[in-house]
């Protein structure tokens, strides 16, 4: 069965540092895209980052551009998040999931649409105060 389990949330205080870690289950995080999304109170989810097959790359949202990094550990299923000068504005519920790919994985959907993930994860909080 495919999972995926975000964890690694917590209290920060701004400026600190945060891992979060999406373990996953079921499928080979080599063959497909997973994302993570982000949800603040009052707010829609939106899309911080993902990382596509090795020879594609990673995306990042502008908003954590240069001080979040998207990295995989293929041999422990991992995805993981490192969030570093972490700002208020980065207080939400964070979610990994996995991006919707076709027959032999030619074609794909955009790791930065939430109708176009297939599994989601649970989320983990991040607060970020002082």
């Known amino acids: 069965d495919v999972q995926l389990q975000a964890s690694g949330g917590g209290l920060v205080q701004p400026g600190g540092s945060l891992r979060l870690s999406c373990v996953t289950s079921g499928f080979n995080v080599d063959y497909y895209a997973v994302s993570w999304f982000r949800q603040a109170p009052g707010k829609e989810r939106e899309a911080v980052s993902c990382?596509?097959?090795?020879?594609?790359?990673?995306e990042y949202a502008e908003s954590v551009q240069g001080r979040f990094t998207i990295s995989r550990d293929v041999a422990a299923n991992r995805v993981y998040l490192d969030m570093n000068n972490l700002k208020p504005e980065d207080t939400a519920v964070y979610y990994c999931?996995?991006?919707?790919?076709?027959?032999?994985?030619?074609?794909?959907?955009?790791?930065?649409?939430?109708?176009?993930?297939?599994?989601w994860g649970k989320g983990t909080q991040v607060t970020v105060s002082s």
């Open positions: 990382i596509h097959s090795a020879h594609v790359g990673t």
């Open positions: 999931a996995r991006v919707w790919a076709g027959v032999g994985y030619v074609r794909v959907g955009d790791c930065s649409l939430k109708s176009d993930m297939d599994f």
